[in-house]
């Protein structure tokens, strides 16, 4: 029997098709790079810039749908990329919580593996309310029983992602810190997700 094919959607804000990247990678085209699939695959990312996750809960399901394949016959898996937006646009954490909440129990129900990349630091004076996004993200993912990637927590002091962050004079970090937001999430659970043997290199 032939195995089932791969297709992962990423969706998410800007941050997860590498705006501020020369290389045009971001850290999805680093982590995809970095993944040896052992049977066909597909990885779609459907970024919306400015998106807060209650644009995002309304609009992940119909985009992924029209790239997914039947069920059974091949392997969907949806990757949730979180970004900043929510603190911009002063959306409560309690609907931030729920806005998660609902896409993780609709992927749920149709019976799709998520995993969940947090929010990187961003500006310095959001960095308290990013840092308790970051937390309520976590939580509703652990309550699930679903990955989650806290990349807040280890680059908000991060030397490399600070002077990416200025190299670029915006929020958006460079080729340096997609390399680490990779790293966070290549060796955050990303192969054992896929049912991969962990890549050392």
Excluded at 154 to 160: I, R, T, V, Y
Aim: charged share 20%; hydrophobic share 40%.
């Amino acid at each position: 029997m032939q195995e089932r094919e791969v297709r992962i959607c990423v969706v998410g804000d800007e941050l997860a098709v590498g705006v501020g990247d020369a290389r045009a990678l971001g850290w999805t085209g680093r982590v995809v790079a970095r993944t040896h699939f052992d049977r066909p695959s597909m990885v779609f990312s459907l970024a919306i810039p400015g998106e807060t996750t209650t644009q995002l809960s309304a609009r992940w399901e119909g985009e992924t749908a029209a790239r997914f394949g039947p069920e059974g016959e091949v392997e969907n898996r949806l990757v949730v990329a979180l970004g900043r937006h929510d603190v911009a646009s002063n959306l409560s954490v309690a609907r931030s919580r729920l806005n998660l909440a609902n896409i993780l129990d609709v992927a749920d129900s149709h019976r799709i593996p998520a995993f969940v990349v947090g929010p990187p630091p961003g500006r310095p004076e959001d960095g308290d309310r990013i840092l308790e996004l970051s937390d309520a993200f976590a939580d509703v993912a652990s309550r699930r029983r679903v990955p989650y990637v806290d990349t807040f927590t280890p680059l908000a002091a991060h030397e490399q992602w600070l002077a990416d962050l200025a190299q670029n004079g915006s929020t958006y970090p460079g080729q340096a810190g997609y390399g680490l937001m990779a790293w966070l999430v290549l060796h955050t659970g990303w192969h054992a997700w896929l049912g991969l043997p962990h890549d050392e290199g």
